[in-house]
């Protein structure tokens, strides 16, 4: 039989956990298996929130996690009323948004099982934000469930991370993303290893290239830009070419999303209604919606940025590969190149950059103005 499991790749250990928490929940009441607060952490792309979205679906399913009653598809596609997924689309979760949540979940669950909030962002709480939580995780006997993801358990809140029951998801092989695109996507093997190679085990960047032609072509240009760092001069260009690539990505992927949402929004308030009461409300919270677009938008970009600087370390971790001779390349189709590379530099170099783009990523995550940094970087990969 199916289950909502069969789609977390390569944790098996935390599966029969999840399962065992399940299956005890049926009893009513906590126990050693299933309490009512989690923590998932685990490198992007890993699949934490996809974890947390099918344990959710399991808790409430009358099948333990079919995948395909109407309480497991509802709750995946957010239209369950006990299902809470909390995506953030801006930079951090602010106190507001956790106090609404909090009176949305005080109800008793309307179907009479669990209550479950997914938080896709819990490192993305603010201060407050995490206090105001932590008050709803210490209350006891409620039948709310909180499942929250993180990429490190340091990235939760001491006193929160200290109620919650920990689970750490593995970075899946290349050989089982390779063999999910195949089965489940449809993508030609050649195609799938490729993805799955480059992208590391990161499972929706890995679908996403493999499925998306510009993104791969985009890909292309990223990783040539080490080799176009002669001056200082190619150095900025280079900085600047990354910026475009990654704002374009973004922007091409947030646009079409924007409209529908601001059109449904006017349907939602009537469009061309005449009543002032209905304008003016109408009028603010297309702002609201516009506000919050552009800050998803910002963090989009970022992500995007991120995305890149991770594909150039991985042409440096291949050049520290070849000059330490060991034979593991990840950007096999660049090998000349790579190698190339690699006898005209010093493998402490290339330390050293790979040391840069790490600060670089740290650097963006602080709010600082991508340009700069990126200009930055490149300065010091051009060495
Ligand atoms: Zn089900």
């Not at 909502?4 to 599966?15: A, K």
């Not at 358990?153 to 593995?170: A, F, K, N, Y």
């Not at 150039?312 to 000349?336: C, G, K, P």
Request: charged content about 25%; some cysteine.
């Amino acid at each position: 039989m199916s289950s909502v499991f069969d789609d977390l790749v390569g944790q098996e250990h935390i599966i029969d956990i999840l399962k065992g928490a399940v299956a005890a929940s049926r009893t009513g009441s906590h126990s050693q298996e299933m309490t009512h607060a989690w923590v998932f952490t685990g490198p992007p792309g890993s699949g934490r929130s996809l974890a947390a979205v099918a344990f959710a679906q399991a808790l409430i399913c009358p099948n333990q996690g079919c995948g395909t009653c109407n309480e497991c598809e509802s709750a995946a596609t957010g239209g369950h009323p006990d299902v809470d997924v909390i995506r953030t689309e801006g930079l951090s979760i602010k106190v507001e948004e956790i106090r609404e949540l909090l009176t949305r979940v005080a109800w008793a669950p309307s179907m009479g099982g669990w209550r479950v909030v997914v938080m896709e962002d819990a490192d993305r709480l603010t201060e407050s934000a995490a206090n105001a939580l932590l008050k709803a995780i210490e209350e006891p006997g409620t039948r709310t469930v909180w499942l929250l993801c993180a990429p490190t358990l340091h990235d939760v809140l001491p006193t929160i991370r200290s109620r919650c029951r920990h689970l750490q998801l593995r970075t899946p092989s290349i050989e089982s993303v390779t063999e999910v695109l195949i089965k489940r996507d449809k993508i030609s093997p050649t195609m799938a290893d490729f993805a799955a190679r480059v992208s590391q085990g990161h499972i929706g960047r890995a679908r996403y290239l493999a499925t998306n032609e510009s993104v791969r072509s985009n890909r292309k240009v990223i990783m040539q830009l080490p080799l176009q760092l002669g001056s200082l001069a190619a150095a900025f260009q280079a900085a600047q070419t990354l910026i475009d690539i990654a704002t374009d990505e973004a922007i091409t992927s947030s646009e079409s999303r924007d409209e529908k949402e601001i059109e449904k929004l006017q349907e939602a308030y009537g469009k061309g209604a005449t009543g002032r009461g209905v304008a003016t409300g109408a009028a603010k919270a297309v702002k609201e919606l516009e506000k919050a677009q552009k800050s998803r938008a910002t963090r989009m970009i970022r992500d995007s940025i991120d995305g890149a600087l991770l594909d150039i370390a991985t042409f440096y971790r291949d050049v520290m590969m070849v000059q330490s001779e060991l034979d593991s390349m990840i950007n096999i189709e660049m090998r000349e190149q790579i190698e190339g590379y690699a006898a005209s530099t010093a493998s402490h170099s290339t330390a050293h950059k790979i040391i840069a783009i790490i600060e670089a990523r740290k650097n963006l995550v602080n709010n600082s103005a991508p340009l700069v940094i990126c200009e930055s970087l490149m300065c010091r990969l051009a060495k």
